[in-house]
């Protein structure tokens, strides 16, 4: 039986429309569920949207759930567009989604953790959370500048002081796995402040998921958001009964932006843990970004739409760039006009020249595909390992470092080994096939190494290269895997 693999992006906001922060996270996790397919694993891969809560029920102009339906669309159609290989997509205001909740609520009564209360403080919407007066920036929220309002509500409360401990010693003995070390030190910097208990339901805002206890009362969105990740296994009453809640979790990673970092590192694993459900195995937490220097935002403009750049580079391009930037365990800034010159630089006339040239003079000089030179071999062995060893840690960028050593690699031995000479001075020399079946070997390896990154055109790569071995290309026929823009 194969091994289950249960990967999750966060839901995103139905409050607008997606950029490439939402894509990088997305393309992130897709890159390691097809790695992991490949890997012969049973992957489950899971994304969707979170549409409840103030923020989006302030936007919406028509009724709510007709606002987050458009915006839901727009979502799967970007996820289409980036050959996104989901498995399942998750609403919030889908019904199973809401019965899960509900069951949710029922046991996290049973635990004894939840207490009434009244809370007076401020919230900031565009968080969708509590936020204290010394965290303020000029009186404004310091991620969404905006001034908070001032709340004063009842609330029923969640015990979270009573797991605290052991979810700081959890953290610290890695038993939630926080990657990377620099994010977990952030998460057990939040646990060593003052952390209140939080609410899991609101008065005032009427757009969510009813509180089954006091009809006045709706749950707070992001505890039921966080609930996505079990919803969608069906989650119910009964644990043992859900055949896909048994079968895929705990989640094997959630991959999150370090924005997010406090919901998923202590309020998901204590929820979780006073229901007596299995906490996820790791959590990764990557960097955002910022344009040109600049936080993304409406008012800024300078919010770049992935799914333009999919229309002017392809997917596969758009990919590559949003891995290729700088690691994820970083922060890091995007500079629009650098797509154009990382296009030409990496992939026209890096991969794709690498690619073309071989495979022209495979076809002209006859390459037979047999013997290999040993140097070409082992180089490519050890950089397979090293690529894998970064995969299974979600170094996906430092991956894509290896690919390009072994094609810097190639294209040296090529120019060192100056097949198109050899063939000038003497066209039956035995030596020239063999650089070039080396040569072909090691494409083979980028190919599949690059296949999670660019599924489509390492596949077409693939079929023209099958095909160059049947002796089914003609002279002329050229895989063109990426025009120069
Ligand atoms: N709805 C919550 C998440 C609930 S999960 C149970 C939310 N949604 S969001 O629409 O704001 O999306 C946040 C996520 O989008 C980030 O955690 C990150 O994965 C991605 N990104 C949003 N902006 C980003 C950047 N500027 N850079 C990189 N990724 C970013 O929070």
Known sequence: MKEKFYITTPIYYASGAPHIGHAFTTIFADVISRYKRLKNFDVFFLTGMDEHGAKIAELAKKTPQEFVDELAEKYIGLWKALEIENNDFIRTTSQRHKNGVLNFFEKLKESGDIYEGFYEGLYCVGCEDFILERNLVNGLCPDHLKKPELIKEKNYFFNLKKYLPVIKEKIEKNKIKIIPESRKNEALNILSGDLPDFSITREKVKWGIPYPF?????????????????????????????????????????????????????????????????????????????????????????????????????????????????????????????????????????????????????????????????????????????????????ELYESLREVFILAKFLDRYLNDKNPWTLYKNNPSNQEISKILNSVVFGIETIIKMLNPFMPEKMKNAEIFLNKLKNKEIKDGDKLNLFPRV
């Open 214 to 394: 006091d009809k006045n009362q709706i749950i707070y969105v992001w505890v039921e958001a966080l609930l996505n990740y079990i919803t969608a296994l069906d989650f119910s009453i009964d644990f043992s009964s859900g055949e896909k809640l048994k079968k895929y979790w705990p989640a094997d990673v959630h991959i999150i932006g370090a924005e997010i970092n406090k919901f998923h590192t202590i309020f998901w694993p204590a929820l979780l843990m006073s229901v007596n459900l299995p906490l996820p195995k790791k959590i990764f937490i990557h960097g955002l970004f910022t344009i040109n220097g600049q936080k993304m935002s409406k008012t800024l403009g300078n919010i770049i739409d992935p799914e333009k750049l999919a229309e002017k580079f392809g997917a596969d391009a758009v990919r590559y760039f949003l891995i290729s930037q700088f690691p994820a365990s970083e922060h890091g800034d995007i500079k629009e006009g650098g797509f154009v010159e990382k296009y030409n630089s990496d992939l026209a006339n890096g991969i794709g020249n690498l690619f073309e040239r071989t495979f022209t003079m495979a076809l002209k000089y006859g390459a037979d595909f047999k013997s290999i030179d040993e140097e070409v071999k082992k180089n490519s062995d050890e950089i397979i390992k090293k690529y894998e060893f970064h995969m299974e840690n979600f």
